[in-house]
Every structure is written in C-alpha cells, then in structure tokens.
C-alpha cells in the first residue's frame, strides 16, 4: 500500500456515535483531502472520573457499526487496548512512530476543544499536528481559542474550525431520548439503534 499522506483522526467517546460524528468525519475528508479517517473512541477518559460512561466494548462495537459502510472510514482501538487513562498527546505522539511521513489531522468537537489547554501536555499536542475543531450551528468562539493561536505561533494556520449543522445532534440527547423511551430513528445509524436496544443501553 502506497504511504498516506494524509490522515484524520476523529477522537471522541462516541456514547453512541451518531450521524453528527459521521457527517463532521465525511466533511473533513472533502475539506482537507484527508486520504482516510480513523474513528478512534476514547478509552478511559481522564476528563470523566466519576461519571458513568458506557464500556469501552460497546462504544467499540457502535462505532465499527457505524463505520463499516464507508470505504475510507476505519476504526481503531489504540485507546481502548492503552492501560489506565488515556491522553490525546500519548495517541499523537504513536501514530507519528508508526506513520513517520503521514500528517494528522485531530478531529473533535469545538466544546472539547476549547479544553484543550487542561489536557496533558497541550503545548507539545497543538504543535504535533493539525487541528480540526467542529462547531455546532450557533458556536461562539471562546477566549481560550485566542490563547491556542498564540501557543501556536507560526503554526496557528493548522487550527481549523469546521462548521457542522448536522451536530445539533449530540450523544447526551440521544441518551436522554433512549431512557425517556423516545425514538431515536434517523438521528443515528440504524445498525447503532438496533444495538443500544438489543444491549440495552442507556436505560
Ligand atoms: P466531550 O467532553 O464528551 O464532548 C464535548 C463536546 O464535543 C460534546 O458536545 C461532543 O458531542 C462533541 N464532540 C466530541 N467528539 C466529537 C467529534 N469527534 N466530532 C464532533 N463532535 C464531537 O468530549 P470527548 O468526546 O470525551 O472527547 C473528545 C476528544 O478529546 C477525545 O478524543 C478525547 O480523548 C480528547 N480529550 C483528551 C483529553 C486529554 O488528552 N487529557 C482530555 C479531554 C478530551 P457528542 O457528545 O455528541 O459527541
């Protein structure tokens, strides 16, 4: 296989994956002639000590559901093999020693993002690869993007804000829908739906 140029990198805890994440992964493909995505759903996220969070397994198997359709979506299990919590800069940093000449671009939501200043070692992440923030309709852009940019320098042109209408979808809704006994059709891949009922998730 020839060596990719370019690579996405779609990270999230993907509780359930829904078409928000797949229509901000396809736009992202277009928009930054992006060779393949890798779905790679979060193992153990530090940022949610304390919270319930569905178990790596399940949000795996969603997500390969999710994903199988699409001849340049891929799904990995990078985080979820890691022992312990698992950081963005620690899955950047292997990609890199396993694809030296690919470039990468990290892929996640704008609230997420605009995080990223408590995550570990931010300035050592904004500066290993491209970022792709996606926004949802009605985004306002936050004063810790301003400190990013100057973290950033001369590198400030790899941070890139991608506006994503169909993210009015959100995992907390369709949780929220599932234990309220509303439909959930058409918000998400039927394959995921039919897994959440059969699992019984989010009840
Ligand atoms: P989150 O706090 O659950 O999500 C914040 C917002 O961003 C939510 O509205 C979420 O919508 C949206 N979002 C998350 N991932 C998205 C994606 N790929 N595309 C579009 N929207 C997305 O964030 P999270 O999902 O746990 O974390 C996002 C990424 O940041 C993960 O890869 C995680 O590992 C990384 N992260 C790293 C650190 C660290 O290294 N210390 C700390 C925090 C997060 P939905 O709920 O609808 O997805």
């Not at 509780?15 to 153990?44: C, K, M, N, W």
Request: hydrophobic share 35%.
């Amino acid at each position: 296989m020839d060596v990719l140029k370019k690579i996405g990198i779609m990270g999230g805890t993907f509780d359930p994956i829904h078409y928000g994440h797949l229509v901000t992964a396809e736009a992202a493909y277009y928009e930054y002639g992006l060779d393949r995505i890798y779905f790679i759903p979060s193992g153990q996220p530090p940022h949610k000590k304390g919270r319930h969070v569905t178990s790596a397994e399940d949000r795996l198997l969603m997500t390969h559901l999710a994903t199988a359709a699409n001849p340049h979506f891929y799904t990995s299990d990078l985080e979820i093999k890691r022992q312990g919590y698992t950081y963005t800069v620690d899955t950047i940093r292997q990609l890199h020693q396993m694809m030296p000449e690919t470039e990468i671009y990290f892929i996640t939501g704008a609230d997420a993002f605009s995080e990223i200043l408590t995550w570990k070692d931010p300035v050592t992440l904004l500066n290993s690869c491209d970022m792709v923030a996606a926004t949802r309709p009605g985004y306002t852009r936050s004063r810790v993007i301003d400190q990013v940019e100057e973290i950033m320098g001369n590198n400030a042109d790899r941070l890139h804000f991608l506006e994503v209408p169909a993210l009015a979808i959100s995992s907390s809704d369709i949780r929220q829908r599932v234990h309220d006994k509303k439909p959930i059709r058409y918000l998400l891949p039927e394959s995921v739906e039919n897994y959440i009922y059969k699992h019984q998730l989010y009840r």
